[in-house]
């Protein structure tokens, strides 16, 4: 096969919403060359291949890259929809990052490996013709898979299904051409929510949908969030006293929500809802809490601890994926590499961003490592402390590097920082740090 030769300053690999987040900063504050090499035939990550009637789930301008809004950035309650996230990453790929001159897109292209040195050399194959590409890296490879997201269309169910069991994966909802006796949806994540809310939506009788939720969660209310500058809820937990009691009090100031009022959520995956969409989910009564499920037969579904009769007639639906993956933390910048992981739980997108910003900024990688600790996603519910907290301790920590917080503050990431732009007062930046140390102490101490 052919091997053609590419030289660049960067290659960002991967083209979801981190790797075009973090080349749209490259591209609109350097003059930087860098190639895009993604499997995919189009950017957009996982948009691509989710089911079609998927929309973000939090407020359209937490989401995209920081030098172009969402079609649905000004609408209350306007959540991008699967083809307009897709619209807007292809306009921006053309419009934006190919018309640079600058940007090479290579997509249907894997990446198989990055070697060492200055210039490092990778090497990337067509997965249509097989041809490889010599990448040579004057500056830096950037891993934009890292954080290594599943959706169900990936076809990696964690359980057997049986002879004579009907499972589909949420993406073939919308195919469905007769109307089955039942449906059970497994998994309780964000997957599993919007195949509630879309049968619900469709018409489906509640008593006709059995939710399989093997850990209830905390939901972030979706109707607080688009407040996002009003941070006095969070600054009112200074006066809490164990992590019950912060959890607590987020809850009676519903900026989290649960689904059930009777059952103590264990989990916490920064999935949100609006209070329709909770009161639309309260309606399903047949919910199923006996942990994973481990195999789906024609007249019984296994879980983890039992068994629930099922039919061949019923339609099973995976809802199981991990679109917020918990990677070990590593440094975001190494010598010749930068490893992209949040920099804020759950918000890849603008963390993806500023660590582009601060790779534009005179430095060297300690003062940057430094500006850009990475952070783990939560998972349980004791995690909203640290999910608050660290928050708190980065806009603190921002607010004292001039030249990053004046560009967060005129950034369009602005109100995905509930409190960013107050962080030029010093009261506000030392309330915010006294929190995060606070919310921190709370965690060490109260193991509840
Ligand atoms: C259904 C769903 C809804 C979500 N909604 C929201 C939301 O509303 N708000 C929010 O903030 N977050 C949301 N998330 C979280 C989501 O994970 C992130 O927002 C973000 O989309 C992740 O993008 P990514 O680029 O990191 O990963 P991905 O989308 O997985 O992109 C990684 C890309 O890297 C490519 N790749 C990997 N390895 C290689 C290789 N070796 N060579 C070439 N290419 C490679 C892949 O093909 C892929 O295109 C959602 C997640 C899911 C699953």
């Known amino acids: 096969m052919p091997t053609n030769v590419l030289t660049v300053d960067y290659l960002i690999i ?20 860098m190639a895009i090499v993604d499997r995919n035939d189009a950017p957009g990550g996982h948009w691509t291949i989710s089911y079609p009637f998927v929309r973000l789930h939090g407020p359209s301008n937490f989401y995209g890259v920081n030098s172009r809004p969402m079609p649905s950035d000004e609408g209350k309650g306007n959540l991008a929809s699967r083809n307009e996230i897709l619209d807007y990453y292809d306009r921006l790929m053309r419009e ?12 249907k292209h894997q990446v198989d490996e990055t070697g060492p040195g200055h210039p490092a050399t990778a090497r990337a194959h067509s997965l249509v013709t097989g041809e490889t590409t010599e990448i040579v890296v004057r500056k830096r490879v950037v891993d934009a898979s890292y954080m290594n997201i599943t959706v169900p269309a990936m076809g990696r169910s964690a359980f057997d ?26 998994g309780a994540g964000k997957t599993g929510i919007d195949a509630c809310l879309w049968l619900l939506g469709r018409g ?28 006095q809820p969070l600054l009112d937990l200074q006066a809490c ?9 987020l809850e009676e100031k519903r900026v989290i929500i649960r689904r059930d009022p009777d059952v103590e959520p264990s989990a916490f995956r920064c999935a ?109 519910s004791r995690d909203l402390l640290s999910f608050y907290s660290i928050r708190m301790e980065r806009m603190a920590r921002w607010s004292r590097s001039p030249d990053l917080f004046e560009w967060l503050v005129r950034s369009r990431f602005v109100t995905a920082i509930a409190g960013l732009e107050r962080m030029g007062e010093p009261e506000a930046q030392g309330a915010a740090a006294l929190l995060a140390s606070h919310l921190e102490e709370l965690l060490k101490t109260d193991g509840a």
């Open 272 to 380: 949100t809802v609006d209070t329709g969409e909770l009161a639309q989910l309260r309606r399903i009564k047949n919910v199923v809490r006996l942990g994973r499920v481990l195999a789906v037969g024609a007249t019984s579904v296994t879980l983890d601890e039992g068994t629930i009769p099922t039919t061949p007639e019923t339609v099973h639906i995976d809802c199981t994926a991990d679109g917020l993956t918990q990677k070990p933390l590593r440094p975001v910048f190494e010598d010749g590499a930068i490893t992209l992981q949040p920099l804020l739980p759950c918000l890849l997108p603008p963390s993806a961003a500023i660590a582009a910003r601060v790779e534009c900024m005179d430095g060297d990688d300690e003062w940057r490592n430094d500006l850009c600790t990475p952070v783990l996603n939560p998972g349980a």
């Open 14 to 33: 991967g083209a979801g919403a981190t790797g075009m987040a973090f080349a749209d900063v490259l591209v609109s504050e350097s003059g930087s060359t």
């Open 161 to 186: 299904v049986e002879d004579g069991a009907t499972l589909i994966p949420i993406n073939r909802l919308a195919e469905l051409d007769r109307s089955p006796e039942r449906f059970t949806v497994i």
């Open 96 to 107: 934006v990052f190919l018309a640079s001159g600058r940007v090479t897109y290579l997509p």
């Open 204 to 231: 489906i009788d509640p008593d006709r949908l059995t939710w399989i939720v093997p850990r209830d969660a905390w939901l972030i209310n979706r109707d607080l969030e688009w407040q996002a500058g009003d941070i």
């Open 241 to 249: 006293r164990s992590a019950g009691e912060v959890i607590g009090s």
